[in-house]
């Protein structure tokens, strides 16, 4: 039971990483403030953000998964992973002003082994 609460607080964090990313990108390029939409993104970014997090959410290598830059397998389609690249190149320098312990926490999880592919079940 313990290993599960550690996995899901590990792609917890890694979903709420995403979104805040999303919602920096999403204020600064489309010119939204906080309370433009119910949800605080526009209706692309939404659409990008429920895909991020379905690609999390199944991730062959569960709580050990690596950053996204670093995994071995691709599982973005290559328009939704252009997408993404560009909300992590603008957001992710932000990050660390706006949610340094997020930033922090990113940075250990890019230092992290990569899994081999091998051992892992599809």
């Known amino acids: 039971m313990h290993r599960t609460t550690l996995a899901s607080h590990r792609l917890y964090r890694e979903r709420r990483t995403i979104r805040i990313m999303i919602e920096i ?20 970014c939404v659409d990008l953000y429920d ?7 199944h991730c062959r290598f569960g709580a050990k998964k ?7 397998v691709r599982c973005y389609k290559p328009e939704m992973r252009a997408q993404i690249r560009s909300v992590m190149r603008y957001a992710g320098p932000r990050m660390l002003f706006s949610h340094p312990w997020l930033t922090m926490l990113h940075a250990l999880d890019r230092a992290r082994r990569v899994p081999s592919t091998q051992n892992s079940s599809v």
């Open 25 to 44: 990108y999403c204020r600064a390029e489309h010119r939204l403030s906080d309370g433009a939409l119910a949800d605080g993104l526009c209706p692309e």
């Open 66 to 72: 690596p950053v996204c830059a670093k995994c071995p």
């Open 51 to 57: 895909y991020a997090s379905r690609r999390i959410e």
